[in-house]
């Protein structure tokens, strides 16, 4: 697997549970994760669960370590709440935990403003 591969997987992981946070879901079974991204995320729609799932272990390892989730267990939490914000260099949205470094995930630009909520 690829980095671009991964790269894309830690996005849609982050932006999953962005939303299922604003849901007041605060964890998810790791089990689950590979399904729910087939059926929410047009990109994996039609790829191999395996692949998915050996791509995620991946991804979430580099999540706890960067302190953006816990994993207890057999589920995933994100450790100190989540915000969304747009890169004002590169306009990648990113998904940061509170305890991350503030800089954009794509240039590392430290430029990032909060990305406008949905009237």
């Excluded at 790269?7 to 689950?32: C, G, H, P, S």
């Excluded at 302190?67 to 994100?78: A, G, P, Q, W, Y």
């Amino acid at each position: 697997m690829s980095t671009i591969e991964i790269n894309e997987m830690e996005w849609y992981l982050r932006d999953l549970l962005f939303r299922n946070y604003n849901k007041a879901v605060l964890q998810l079974k790791i089990e689950t994760i590979p399904n729910n991204m087939i059926e929410t995320y047009l990109r994996y729609r039609n790829r191999d669960l395996k692949h998915i799932s050996s791509i995620l272990e991946i991804v979430l390892e580099n999540l706890i370590s960067s302190k953006f989730i816990d994993r207890r267990n057999d589920f995933v939490e994100v450790r100190d709440g989540i915000s969304r914000s747009q890169c004002s260099n590169c306009y990648y949205i990113c998904y940061l935990g509170n305890l991350e470094s503030k800089v954009c995930l794509r240039c590392q630009s430290n430029k990032l403003s909060t990305f406008p909520k949905k009237h």
